[in-house]
């Protein structure tokens, strides 16, 4: 089976057409950027308090948000994240000022949440938020008293049992009813009676918490985006010294373009910069990187052979022989990434957003935007070589008179014409 | 060309075998293949639970406790050379980027002392920097040279002091470690692997750790129980039974019973250092330390009440070591016939922990519940699983039997990746499945660029043999432009990223090397083989 058979388009007659798509994709991006007031960077870049909490319910979004505020200082952000592969589940997030507040704000978001949800009054332990060490310390002399004979160690693998169960999905950190933990390895009723009389369930998990003080935060950023100019600065020298100089400037060029567009989707749909996104970040200009020297390869290796043939044809040549590849690979990565978007659950979604962005942009970036860069990198070089030739004619040849006696038989073959380099066909 | 093939497959299945016993080691049962699998595959916090703090480790107070002891020395030395002052004193930095401005400023020496005091400060303060402000008035900055020296001791002794109490939890693979590419960052990394809420590390951490050092009553004792049936179960007044700190080397638990109170306090230690003993030859080590003014006239009479008698250096309730008082110590002293050096220099930073106190502060903190990290998995698996089948199931179709050759090679790079993550002991997180995936895709694609060649050979006519030749050759050196231009973009990243871009970069760089090898010498081979006998093979499938 074969997708192309020698194909033969002008790819790079229709360059204009999407570099105006390009042009417009990238501006509207940035004027995106622009009206946000910046990127919507993640806790990682800006510093500051982030909580996700999975509620039993669909979450009161606002009972959220008011119970917080009375707690917490600055403003507090409740974000839902139902819908994207998951339910109930909301992040609430908090402003850091100094390096200071990283103590206090955990603890005032965690009480605030059990005082608004929890039954603090009831004495008991909230099974839904405890560790094992929590579960340790209520429930071993209750189980004694119960004539439950446990040791330490026996215990310490019943509750990491009863912790994994809630782990694991569907439950996910939330169980609606003890009758759920019936099923946990060394379970018995009479145990599960002591739990039932312990503790309680509430109707929300705490899951991650992220506190980055605000100067990490902005180091973080520094960093990542010094690391990246400089890798590409350093793919920029490798091409140049494989190919030509003007072949880095178009490959890395198309990296930039591809960056700038992604991030610019991600400020219209709003979406959040975080550290992963800076890692998809990486792998798109990888992909795109990868997909511009195929093509660049393959042109270097028509020249070879296609001297006398303008350069653009030379490289819509190149496009047509790996056309085949390009659609191969990119529908492959492709096919992957969607698989990501789709199942991969909130944690990817950023990260795989990126990728599907990248790829497609990354894709005709090579044909699109750095061919065409080397494309008129050529055409302005060979223009300034006539332009220098005319204010500076090579020296005609002259005719001297060779005195009689310094005559040597007969003259070699002197051809005039031979004093620049080879004559370069310019369309 | 037989024997070239022979010896290919030779080299492809040590690989396969060294990879495949870097991952799963000689499993017994299924249970113990799982349970290497997991051992060999580390995960990061984001993707197992747990929680990551980094702190910040404020240099500034121990070199502003440095000053204040330099100024207690100073002010006694003045007193006994009769030199008059009219006032010493330090400034006060707060940040740790301010921490090389501490200085002394002494005011008001007399002119007429002048030449007394520049004695003085050569001949007992060297590794201070004296500066004339004018005739009377000096500044005294401790030497680039020692600061350095300071500041990177007190993060190491923090570190240790970390250390020692977040193993006190009993918390398995937790590590703490210097954090930041530049030293001079002062941050610690502290990793808790499945601690949800580091609530109790904290606390822990931010205690500062008591050094006391006090009499033995009796001891040892192999066990808490022996020592408690000498006294009838009941231990005397004002007395304590701790444990002695376990050390390579020793046999079994050494419990002692000690005075509850103690002589010397952390306050009252100024400084101590290992050094070798010059009065057993070249041989034994010991610790010396120096006690504070105070500290040194109590010390002096304990010692002097107790010789023959035995003491104990105990730093938060373990002990560290035991020695037998020679004779009377006032504030210098040394501890003398440790085992080894890195008995002496341990024994030094406990003895200096109590005396250098650095406050910390939190820069970062993260905790990835268990929930979270199940699910991202979870989720993470089924996703990517679905795309590789997805892959591997187009492969199979376009390419048909030579599809089977890359899907191969495709496997066989990811488990070499994965074993050599295991052998470099590296942790895979979130970006580093980025890097697997761009090391998946580049590996697709250079599978795809070998065939797409192989066919344009046999489309242009050319012999099967001689177009899988010429697909491989000419295919070869794209390859390896991609692959070298995305490695030197990894360097760039891993010099110059931090946490996680170095992640990725790990990977992506172990990835790349593992799919010249797959991508290209173990497809060939493949190739080889099914070719091998059949010159004048007309057809092949692909």
Redesign the interface.
Known sequence: ??LF??TNFEFLRWKWPFIGASLVLSAAGLISIALHGGLRYGIDFKGGAQM?V?FAYAPPIEKIRSALSQKVKGEVSVQNLTGN?SQNDVVIGTELEE??Q??VN??AMADALRATFGQPASGKLDFNNA?Q?DLLARLRDPLARAGIAMSDPQLQSLFSGM??F????P???LITDFNQLSGVPGMTPNILTVVRQECYLSPY?????????P??GAE?RT??L???L??????L???AF?FEWIYGVGAVVACFHDTIITIGLFSIFNKEIS??V???L??L???S??DT??I???IR?NLKFMRREPLEQVMNKAVN??L??TV??S???F??????F????P??HG?SFA?VCGIIVGTYSSVFVASPIVLAGHYFSDKRKKRARIVAPAPAPRVESVPVGQRKGPAKSGNPAKTGSPAKVVK | MATNNRTRAVVIVAVILACVFGLIGFPKSLDQLKQNLQHSIRLGLDLR?GSHL?LQVQVQDAIKAEADQTIDRLKDDLKKQNIAWMGIDRNDPQTVQEADNVQINIKGIPATETSAFRNLMTERYSDWVLTTENSTDYDLRMKPSDLVALKRDTVDQEIQTINNRVNQLGLTETTVTQYGSSGDAYQILVELPD???P??V?ELIGTVAVLKITSVKEGPFPSREAALAQHGGVLPLNTELDKMLPRGGSQGDEWYLVNKNGVITGRDMRNAQASQDTTLGARGWETEFSLSQDGGKRFGIFTGANVGNRLAVLLDKNIVNVATIESKIDDQGRITGLGSQDEAVDLARYLRSGSLPAGI????????????G???I???F???I???L??IV??L??Y?RSGINAVLALILNTIVLLACLSYFHAVLT??GI??I??T???A??SN??IF?RI??EL?AGKAVVSAVDAGFG?AW??IV??H???I??????F???????RG?AVT?VIGLAANVFTAVFVSRTIFNFELSGQRRLQELSI
Request: proline letters at 2%; glycine letters at 10%.
């Open positions: 089976m074969e058979k020698q996700s999975k592969g390096e200071k990283l103590n955990r603890q560790s060490e912790l994994r809630r782990d694991t999905p439950r996910s950190g998990h705490t899951g991650d918490v992220e506190m980055v003080g100067r990490v973080l960093k990542a010094l690391a990246t400089y890798a590409l600065a350093g793919m020298v490798y091409i494989r550290m992963t800076i890692a998809a990486l792998t200009v990888g992909y990187m990868n020297i195929v660049f390869d393959r290796e022989q790996t085949s590849r191969m690979t529908g492959l990565t096919l992957t990434v969607v698989a990501l789709i199942w991969g659950g944690v990817l990260f990728l | 639970g980094v601690v949800d809420d609530a109790r904290k502060v939190y820069l970062e903190e993260r905790s990835v519940g268990a929930s979270l199940a699910d991202s979870h989720e993470g089924v996703a990517g679905a795309g590789l997805a892959v187009v492969m179709v376009y048909k979130l970006p980025a890097g995936i761009l998946i895709g580049m697709v694609d795809v660029l797409e066919r344009e489309r000419k050196w794209t432009d991609t070298v231009t995305t030197v973009s990894c360097c760039f990243l010099l110059f990223g931090e946490g996680p871009v990725f992506l």
